[in-house]
C-alpha cells in the first residue's frame, strides 16, 4: 500500500500485489522505499509491459475511511497487470488517483 498526499490532501492511494515465489530473499530484509520495478528486476523479472484498466468511481468506503476522507471527490480506478520480458503477469495493482489532479492522454493502436 501506497498513499501520497498534497497540501494534507489525499491524491493517491496504490496497492500493489506479486507472487511471493518471485523473490528469494528474506522480505523484512527488503526496503519497501525503494522501487518495486527495480527489485523484480534484480530478481531476473524485468517488467515491459502492462494491461491496464481505468474508470471513474468513488473511492471505496474501506479506503475513505482509512484516509478519513468522506467527501463525493471523483478518482480514477486504475487496474493494471504489469507483465515480465516473457510475457507473465508479475505485479497486480489498483490504484486510486483523485480526479481533480490528474488527467492522462492515450494513444490506441488497431493491429491489422
Known amino acids: 500500500?501506497?498513499?501520497r498526499s498534497h497540501k494534507r490532501?489525499?491524491?493517491?492511494y496504490m496497492e500493489e500485489a506479486f507472487p511471493r515465489r518471485l523473490l528469494s530473499r528474506d522480505l523484512?530484509?527488503?526496503?519497501w522505499e525503494n522501487s518495486l520495478t527495480?527489485?523484480?528486476?534484480?530478481?531476473?523479472?524485468?517488467?515491459?509491459?502492462?494491461?491496464?484498466?481505468?474508470?471513474?468511481v468513488s473511492l471505496p468506503r474501506r479506503i475513505e475511511r482509512w484516509l478519513e476522507k468522506g467527501d463525493a471527490q471523483s478518482w480514477m480506478e486504475i487496474t493494471e497487470t504489469d507483465l515480465d520480458a516473457h510475457g507473465n503477469p508479475t505485479v497486480f495493482s489498483r490504484n486510486y488517483l483523485r480526479g481533480d489532479m490528474f488527467a492522462f492522454?492515450?494513444?490506441?493502436?488497431?493491429?491489422i
Open 1 to 3: 500500500m501506497l498513499f
Open 105 to 111: 492522454n492515450f494513444r490506441r493502436y488497431i493491429e
Open 28 to 31: 523484512a530484509s527488503i526496503d
Open 38 to 56: 527495480a527489485l523484480l528486476a534484480d530478481h531476473g523479472r524485468r517488467l515491459v509491459s502492462s494491461q491496464a484498466h481505468i474508470r471513474a
Open 9 to 12: 490532501q489525499p491524491i493517491v
